[in-house]
């Protein structure tokens, strides 16, 4: 090799010992098993996002908003992985809290930047929601608490739509994606140093603002800890990714007077001191708001699926499940258990002469002996196994369901959402033997709201059987 070449390949070589070891050194991480796509994650935070901002208040103030977007767009620009389509907020809240929705999208209540002592502090805690967002801890919780709840499930796939309805997943403190480990705290602790260190922080600097929030816990602090268990070992992480990253640059960035001027403004917003968001559900309860779920639109969207087509209301969501279809809101399952919306499943009768416990022999009702109420009274025993709460208040009703003969019950239950419920249950009799059934569940103070689209639901059917 030519003396010149072999100076200049020395040379190169002196030069990466010294710029790469921060990066062959530094700790891969990778997201744990997940049963959405990366798409699926920006959709489930889509949908929070919306959930979060018809709930909260956000500051209004350009200045703030135009700051903390720069600053978060600065961090990301050095997150490794997968791309996503970022956004940073903040909501008018004196609380203290943080929130990373799956797909990218960040929130910072106004309490955090005013206890925040710099911008490193902050830039610490949009870098650790970062990491949350990479690592994809969100729907990876989803992921486990959906495989529990439908063990039977396919573990290479899931519905937004369906994993959301099933787990009763809204904007609150305690929703399964808000919900962290102290591992992924951990993780996203790691992330965020990289991240930090990289965009020309020191790392080091955020740990005052975390030691301060959890020794300082109060109300304030209260729904930040339901979603963030404290490390104990916070600065040991920290200190441990910045041995792995080398020697940190000589020109950090410091405090900015930018800071300070959004910290001032968000102090002076009005309407900062809510209660936390915990409190404000307790709070709706005892004075008796029904705000578990949303009520039907009048407008309607089409499902049509294997052997039945019908409408639903628009702001409600479809799922199928298989065995079933269910369409209900945003919250209509509380604890994987449907407490509003409309079950749509088939029932397979034993024979028109088996009639179960109740033969429809409520007071001021005639016994039905018809093979449609010898297959309903079947469905009806059949539930009330699972339900033995479960009892028959009206049964006296036919009508026809697509131009087949159909049989109306309505009956009592215990709700999920505490209290009783009341179930609307249309039995049809298909040519096959099979007796299809829909029962349209809401609680009874709410059913009045709910009745009318079970109706128009039941109305717009059509077999394709």
Do not use: C
Not at 52 to 61: C, K, T, Y
Not at 118 to 126: D, K, M, R, S, Y
Not at 321 to 326: A, E, L
């Amino acid at each position: 090799m030519p003396r010149s070449l072999k100076t200049t390949a020395l040379f190169l070589t002196v030069v990466l010992m010294l710029v790469l070891p921060a990066f062959a050194a530094r700790t891969i991480l990778k997201p744990a098993w997940n049963l959405f796509s990366v798409q699926q994650d920006i959709e489930m935070g889509r949908v929070l996002a919306d959930d979060l901002e018809r709930n909260l208040q956000l500051v209004d103030d350009h200045n703030s908003n135009t700051y903390i977007d720069a600053l978060g767009k600065q961090l990301i620009a050095h997150a490794p992985g997968d791309r996503y389509p970022y956004q940073f907020k903040i909501v008018n809240d004196a609380n203290i809290n943080a929130w990373a929705l799956p797909g990218g999208f960040i929130y910072v209540t106004s309490g955090l930047i005013e206890t925040a002592q710099n911008e490193p502090q902050l830039a610490g805690v949009l870098a650790h929601e970062i990491g949350h967002v990479i690592l994809r801890h969100g729907t990876a919780e989803v992921s486990n608490a959906y495989a529990d709840l439908a063990p039977n499930t396919s573990r290479n796939r899931a519905s937004v739509n369906d994993a959301m309805s099933r787990l009763n997943i809204r904007f609150e403190p305690t929703a399964v994606p808000l919900k962290y480990s102290r591992e992924e705290e951990r993780q996203a602790d790691v992330i965020a140093t990289q991240v930090m260190y990289d965009a020309g922080f020191d790392p080091q600097q955020a740990i005052p603002l975390f030691q301060k929030i959890a020794s300082g816990r109060s109300s304030r602090t209260a729904d930040f800890f339901d979603a963030h268990p404290d490390l104990p070992n916070r600065a040991a992480v920290v200190r441990t990714e910045l041995r792995n990253l080398g020697p940190l640059a000589g020109n950090l960035r410091g405090d900015s007077p930018d800071f300070h001027s959004v910290q001032n403004r968000v102090a002076a917003a009005p309407a900062n001191s809510w209660p936390s968001i915990s409190d404000r559900s307790i709070s709706d309860r005892k004075r008796g708001i029904d705000n578990r779920a949303e009520a039907p639109s009048t407008r309607t969207a089409v499902y049509s699926g294997r052997d039945i087509e019908f409408r639903y209301p628009d702001n409600w969501r479809v799922a199928d499940h298989g065995d079933s279809v269910s369409t209900a809101p945003d919250s209509g399952f509380v604890n994987g258990l449907l407490a509003y919306g409309m079950t749509i499943a088939t029932f397979e009768p034993q024979g028109s002469r088996y009639f179960g416990r109740n033969s429809f022999s409520t007071q001021g009702s005639r016994v039905d002996t018809t093979g449609l109420a010898s297959a309903t009274d079947q469905l009806i025993d059949h539930l009330q196994r699972s339900n033995p709460n479960m009892r028959v208040v009206r049964n006296n009703e036919r009508r026809r369901v697509d131009g087949s003969p159909a049989m109306v019950v309505e009956l009592t239950n215990d709700s999920p959402a505490g209290g009783s419920e009341t179930d609307w249950l249309v039995a049809v009799m298909r040519p096959n033997g099979m007796l299809k059934y829909f029962v349209g569940v809401a609680p009874q103070n709410a059913f009045n709201r709910y009745g009318p689209a079970f109706e128009n639901i039941v109305a717009s059917v059509r077999f394709l059987d």
